[in-house]
């Protein structure tokens, strides 16, 4: 387990994957791959076998939700009440989905979201994630509850962007600023979302805790998961001692079983426009603002002077009943305008679902779970493989869609099931 050298990219199968190469991305033949990853098809299957993989816990940590999961579920089910309208005899051989954003071209209009502790879900999480975007040229954006230093990450990729959670206290705010500038980071991504600590049951439910507690659940799980015992978890404590919360301010945090642990996590209510001003004001890179859901705070963004926002809803991670960001990313487009890019993430497991979210206004979308469990269960081969899905089927879909840019790819292009056309909407 851990990182892999094991050469980037897949042929999602010999006998249904076009032959003409994703531009961009570099695959492999499917017998190159780790044993383990040749009968993964798709994202959902990387869960399926994560989850056999990672203890409870830490499996119920990386797939639950807040409270009921309303969310959480909407955020899929958003997706499937929209169908595709192809257009057909369309020369699509020259297509390509490469992207502009934010100054820099990538290979595809997706990227890996932050993801919160993901070195105890693989070893060196964090470091797997950023090596494998940084070779797929796409962006990674690490999580500010990292058990890793954010200096290793920029090492391992320096065009990876860094997400804090802030509080409303300006002297921490300009510390961490220093830290990631030090760093080298040039995209700062503020998540906006989190006021108060979420109501997670799904937590208590698997036996997960902050701070982490051992328990006989956790020892039994680890017994009988050895894999992730032996080369994720004791790897880990023999290479580089008790994981940290590395990140959360300038200096470093409480290691994962302290107890004063939640004063790096404690609630984020004073944290307001002001502070956004002055984290513009400070920061010299790029800003993008994230969890944003109302029309209404795209614009006072995107007057403060942000150079991009990202519609989400934290995977259902907060406000349980919170509707699906695909919901209203058409209203929040259309409030913002072509001045800065509007992003999303939130429930996108297969490359229609990109499209869709491309159709409805989104300039790029972001994926978070699914690149976790690949890097729990194949290291940096997995997260790889992900990528490489993803994008194949982004691929394939336009092709069958009749597009050849993501430009094309329009309202007019989908239909509401219930007979309703976006543009009538």
């Given at each position: 387990m851990g990182t892999s050298d094991t050469p980037r990219?897949?042929?999602?199968?010999?006998?249904?994957?076009?032959?003409?190469?994703?531009?961009?991305?570099?695959?492999?033949?499917?017998?190159?791959?780790?044993?383990?990853?040749?009968?993964?098809?798709?994202?959902?299957?990387?869960?399926?076998?994560?989850?056999r993989h990672l203890p409870r816990p830490i499996f119920g940590y990386v797939s639950g939700a807040a409270e009921t999961n309303t969310s959480l579920r909407d955020n899929r089910s958003a997706f499937r009440e929209f169908g595709f309208v192809?257009?057909?005899?369309?020369?699509?051989?020259?297509?390509?989905?490469?992207?502009?954003?934010?100054?820099?071209?990538?290979?595809?209009?997706?990227?890996?979201?932050?993801?919160?502790?993901?070195?105890?879900?693989?070893?060196?999480?964090?470091?797997?994630?950023?090596?494998a975007a940084r070779r797929a040229n796409i962006p990674m954006v690490m999580s500010g509850s990292s058990l890793i230093r954010l200096e290793e990450v920029a090492k391992a990729n320096p065009a990876a962007w860094f997400q804090a959670y802030l509080p409303g206290e300006p002297d921490r705010i300009l510390g961490l600023l220093e830290r990631v500038e030090r760093a080298g980071f040039e995209t700062l991504v503020l998540t906006v979302d989190t006021a108060v600590l979420a109501n997670?049951?799904?937590?208590?439910r698997s036996g997960f805790s902050t701070p982490l507690r051992p328990s006989l659940r956790l020892a039994w799980d680890g017994m009988i998961r050895p894999n992730w015992t032996l080369n994720t978890f004791l790897?880990?404590?023999?290479?580089?001692?008790?994981p940290h919360f590395e990140n959360s301010y300038a200096t470093r945090g409480a290691p994962i079983l302290a107890k004063s642990v939640m004063r790096?996590?404690?609630?984020?209510?004073?944290?307001?426009?002001?502070?956004?001003?002055?984290?513009?004001?400070r920061w010299n890179g790029r800003l993008v603002v994230k969890g944003i859901m109302a029309k209404e705070d795209a614009c006072i963004a995107r007057d403060s002077g942000v150079?991009?926002?990202?519609?989400?809803?934290?995977?259902?991670?907060?406000?349980?009943?919170?509707?699906?960001p695909l919901r209203v990313l058409p209203a929040i487009a259309d409030a913002v305008g072509a001045s800065i890019p509007v992003m999303m993430d939130g429930g996108i497991r297969r490359g229609s679902d990109v499209l869709k979210a491309i159709a409805l206004g989104a300039s790029f979308v972001f994926v978070g779970r699914p690149f976790v469990y690949a890097a729990a269960i194949g290291g940096e081969a997995g997260v790889?493989?992900?990528?490489?899905?993803?994008?194949?089927?982004?691929?394939?879909?336009?092709?069958?869609?009749?597009?050849?840019?993501?430009?094309?790819?329009?309202?007019?292009r989908l239909l509401k099931l219930n007979g309703v056309s976006e543009d009538q909407t």
């Open positions: 990219g897949v042929e999602r199968s010999t006998t249904d994957l076009e032959s003409t190469p994703v531009k961009g991305i570099v695959r492999t033949p499917p017998t190159a791959l780790p044993r383990r990853l040749r009968r993964i098809l798709a994202l959902d299957d990387f869960e399926i076998a994560a989850q192809p257009r057909v005899l369309v020369d699509v051989s020259k297509r390509t989905q490469k992207v502009e954003l934010l100054g820099h071209t990538y290979a595809a209009p997706f990227g890996i979201a932050p993801m919160g502790i993901s070195a105890l879900s693989a070893y060196r999480g964090d470091l797997v994630l950023a090596r997670r049951e799904n937590n208590v790897r880990t404590l023999l290479k580089h001692g008790m790096d996590f404690g609630a984020k209510d004073h944290l307001n426009w002001r502070h956004l001003e002055l984290i513009r004001e150079d991009g926002i990202v519609v989400s809803n934290h995977g259902g991670r907060q406000l349980d009943g919170t509707v699906s790889s493989h992900a990528v490489n899905i993803l994008s194949s089927e982004i691929s394939r879909n336009m092709g069958l869609l009749g597009i050849s840019a993501l430009g094309e790819m329009r309202p007019d």
